[in-house]
């Protein structure tokens, strides 16, 4: 599965790039020097993933990158005990989030919600706002836990790594013969005898093999709703599943940006001085993804000296690794969800459905349309704008952008 830093780790490895002057990227980055000593190639990804611990990465090539930084891997991956929040304080600073908190809260603590799924697009804190979540109910469960998965692990994996946790019986002996209803059955059984609380927190993703097991876990996650457990698996997820709600054991929470009060709050602590006029603008262009913000506060330090408005009366940047993340999903879109984009790329307004209708009548079938719509909005690649009683479509400004400069193409 690969290793990736832990909360420490990512600590260290930060404070080894600065105390040996190297760059995050071109001729003085540690992944020149891994070419040059072992003679490896990594990726950009790969290096990202690495000092961002964004997803766990092949266990030669943390080593190497270790060791280039002359740290002990040992040292900086996450332990597989360590990474549950259970009863482990908060420790980084968490900005805004208290509406979404609350219904968080409102459906564990009053509706015993079975199944919580937070989605949204990359980057926008799904996977901060479970671990503070967690933080705050932990103490209504006998045990809380965080598990990685990705859609292009197979179901078992993900419910066999889970019963290895929650099920004493079967992780001192693993039968991989066991079959898949067995493991479900066992994984219900474990949840009703003890109350948990499970983060099932989508870590990395193989796009080409996302449709199979997309449905795959449809099916268990509308048992795990439907089976009356007292736990609750709370799933961080990129592209928001289509489920019933089922007596209120169900709920979906699509994720926005942060408001600008914590955009101000994330501004002045990196000692950027900021109102909350320009925390608005700021937010505007970066969809409020605080992944995105952080990407754009150190430009505006180092650039721009720390002056947010000079930053912001200049057109859109768009860092690099923000770009990589709309090229990912673009390149597994369909013709039709692109000529779609294109459109709304093209319009500086929202575009109501019969307006996108007329425009797209020439390439796309009617009947087309609405699917796409529907599918790029799980996706968070679009956004609804409610007009009065009308729905009108829009695109946040990177993606725009980079339709416009043809980026994406
Ligand atoms: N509420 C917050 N306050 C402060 N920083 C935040 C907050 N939410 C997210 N961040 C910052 O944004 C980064 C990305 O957040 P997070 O990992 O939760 O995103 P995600 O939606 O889970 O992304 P992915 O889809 O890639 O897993 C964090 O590493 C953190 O730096
Ligand atoms: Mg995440």
Redesign the pocket.
């Known amino acids: 599965m690969g290793l990736k830093a832990s909360t420490q780790g990512k600590e260290a490895i930060a404070k080894a790039i600065k105390a040996q002057e190297f760059r995050l990227n071109g001729k003085n980055c540690p992944l020149q020097a891994v070419k040059e000593s072992f003679g490896e190639e990594l990726s950009e990804t790969t290096w990202e993933r690495f000092i961002?611990a964004?997803a766990p990465i092949r266990e030669k090539n943390f080593n190497a990158l270790c060791k280039i930084l002359q740290l002990d891997p040992k040292n900086i991956a996450m332990r597989p005990e360590a990474h549950c929040f259970d009863s482990a304080p908060m420790q980084?600073?968490?900005?805004?989030?208290e509406p979404e908190l609350q219904a968080l809260e409102h459906w564990i603590k009053r509706d015993r919600c079975r199944l919580i799924l937070i989605c949204?697009?990359?980057?926008?804190?799904?996977?901060?706002?479970a671990a503070?979540l967690t933080d705050k109910v932990h103490d209504r469960f006998d045990r809380s836990f965080s598990q990685d998965f990705s859609y292009a692990q197979p179901i078992r994996e993900i419910i066999a790594n889970l019963l290895r946790r929650v099920d004493s019986d079967f992780a001192s002996g693993i039968d991989l013969h066991e079959s898949l209803l067995n493991l479900r059955m066992r994984l219900i059984k474990a949840l009703t005898d003890q109350r948990i609380l499970i983060t099932l927190?989508?870590?990395w993703d193989d796009r080409d093999r996302l449709q199979d097991s997309y449905h795959q876990m449809q099916g268990w996650l509308l048992e795990l709703s439907e089976k009356a457990h007292q736990s609750c698996v709370v799933m961080?997820t990129?592209i928001e599943l289509d489920m019933p709600i089922i007596e209120k054991k169900v709920q979906s929470l699509k994720?926005g940006g942060?408001c600008e009060s914590?955009i101000v709050q994330?501004l002045n602590d990196k000692g950027i001085t900021c109102n909350l006029d320009s925390a608005r603008r700021l937010g505007e262009r970066y969809g409020g993804n605080?992944?995105a913000l952080?990407l754009a506060v150190s430009l505006i330090i180092k650039h721009y000296g720390g002056d947010c408005e000079g930053f912001l009366s200049r057109t859109i940047m768009i860092p690099p690794s923000l770009e990589e993340i709309y090229r990912q999903h673009w390149d597994h879109l369909s013709e039709t969800h692109k000529a779609l984009l294109k459109q709304l790329a093209a319009c500086q307004e929202a575009l109501l459905k019969e307006e996108l209708d007329v425009k797209l009548s020439a390439e796309v079938p009617a009947s087309e349309i609405d699917l796409a719509v529907f599918d790029l909005e799980r996706r968070s690649l679009l956004e609804l704008v409610q007009e009065g009683s009308r729905s009108a479509y829009t695109l946040q400004p990177v993606l725009q952008r980079l339709i416009q400069r043809k980026k994406l193409v």
């Open positions: 961002y964004k980084f600073r968490f900005y805004g989030r949204g697009l990359d980057g926008i804190g799904k996977t901060w706002l503070k927190n989508e870590s961080t990129r994720l942060l914590a994330l605080p992944s952080n």
